[in-house]
Structure formats: structure tokens, C-alpha cells
């Protein structure tokens, strides 16, 4: 088993952001990511199951098991892609007014992660890059369009 955990500090309020990593229409053929959909049970409840097309590093499927749900605060998924699946851990900590922490822990188990060992590591390190960049842009996108509204 692998495990690995980063950070990223956002200068938007935590609120903002937290409704941005939820809405998965948002995120839906941008960057890294291709078709979404929500497959089973409400979206964020518990058991509830996300369908994601990733198209970077490489064109994949990930079912995503939603385990826990506390708004504004933190989202626990398993995700299975490739034999692999993941345990993810998203944490919301507000930093200031408007800046917030988000944190992210990770652990990885599976065959093809047994196997590549050192490899998956980079990869899963490189998709984490673009999509804190995405993030990061996605952020700044809606604060732009909702500025009026934020004043």
C-alpha cells in the first residue's frame, strides 16, 4: 500500500470553494477531465457513485464510491480505476477570511500499483499538478463571473 498527502491554499472564501470541488458540471470536459455523471444514489450522499472519464495522463474510467459527506468541511471517496483503488480524503480548513485550505490524503492499493511501485507515484503527482492548476483557474473564472455578486 502507498500513500502519499499535499496541499493547496486558495485565496477565495471557503464557501466558494467547497461549492466549486462539488459541482461536477463545472468540471466536466475541462482540463484533465472528460464525461461525469453521477450513476447511483444522490450526488455527495453516502454509497452514492460517480462516474468520471479522466483523459490526462492517460484515457480512463474511475468509479468513485462516495464514503462520507460533511458540507464545507471534508468529502471521503474510493476510487477504483485500472486495478487500482484509492482511499481519498479532501479536507476544507478556512486560512483567513478569504483563503482557504485544501488538503488532500491519499492511500493506493492494487495490482497494477504493486507492480509499477515507484512509477504511479509521478503519475498520480503529475495529474495532481494539473489539476490544482484547474483548480486554481476554476476559481478565479467564478470569482470573476460572480464578482458583481460577491461585493
Given at each position: 500500500?502507498?500513500?502519499?498527502?499535499?496541499?493547496?491554499?486558495v485565496?477565495c472564501?471557503l464557501?466558494l470553494?467547497?461549492?466549486?470541488?462539488i459541482?461536477?458540471d463545472?468540471?466536466?470536459?475541462?482540463?484533465i477531465?472528460g464525461?461525469?455523471?453521477?450513476?447511483?444514489?444522490?450526488?455527495?450522499q453516502?454509497?452514492?457513485r460517480?462516474?468520471?472519464?479522466?483523459r490526462v495522463?492517460?484515457?480512463?474510467?474511475?468509479?468513485?464510491?462516495?464514503?462520507?459527506?460533511?458540507a464545507?468541511?471534508?468529502?471521503?471517496?474510493?476510487?477504483?480505476v485500472?486495478?487500482i483503488?484509492?482511499?481519498?480524503?479532501?479536507?476544507?480548513?478556512?486560512?483567513?477570511?478569504?483563503?482557504?485550505?485544501?488538503?488532500?490524503?491519499?492511500?493506493?492499493?492494487g495490482?497494477?500499483?504493486?507492480?509499477?511501485?515507484?512509477?504511479?507515484?509521478?503519475?498520480?503527482?503529475?495529474?495532481?499538478?494539473?489539476?490544482?492548476?484547474?483548480?486554481v483557474e476554476?476559481v478565479?473564472?467564478l470569482?470573476?463571473?460572480?464578482?458583481?455578486?460577491?461585493?
Amino acid at each position: 500500500m502507498q500513500s502519499f498527502a499535499f496541499e493547496v491554499a486558495v485565496r477565495c472564501p471557503l464557501e466558494l470553494v467547497f461549492k466549486i470541488y462539488i459541482d461536477i458540471d463545472r468540471w466536466r470536459h475541462r482540463s484533465i477531465f472528460g464525461e461525469m455523471r453521477w450513476v447511483k444514489g444522490s450526488p455527495w450522499q453516502e454509497g452514492s457513485r460517480l462516474t468520471i472519464e479522466t483523459r490526462v495522463p492517460f484515457r480512463s474510467m474511475v468509479d468513485q464510491v462516495v464514503q462520507d459527506f460533511t458540507a464545507n468541511e471534508s468529502v471521503n471517496y474510493l476510487s477504483h480505476v485500472l486495478g487500482i483503488t484509492t482511499e481519498t480524503w479532501v479536507t476544507f480548513h478556512r486560512d483567513a477570511a478569504d483563503e482557504t485550505i485544501i488538503r488532500v490524503r491519499m492511500q493506493i492499493v492494487g495490482k497494477l500499483s504493486r507492480a509499477l511501485g515507484f512509477a504511479i507515484e509521478p503519475v498520480i503527482l503529475k495529474t495532481r499538478s494539473v489539476s490544482s492548476k484547474t483548480s486554481v483557474e476554476t476559481v478565479r473564472r467564478l470569482r470573476r463571473m460572480l464578482r458583481p455578486r460577491l461585493k
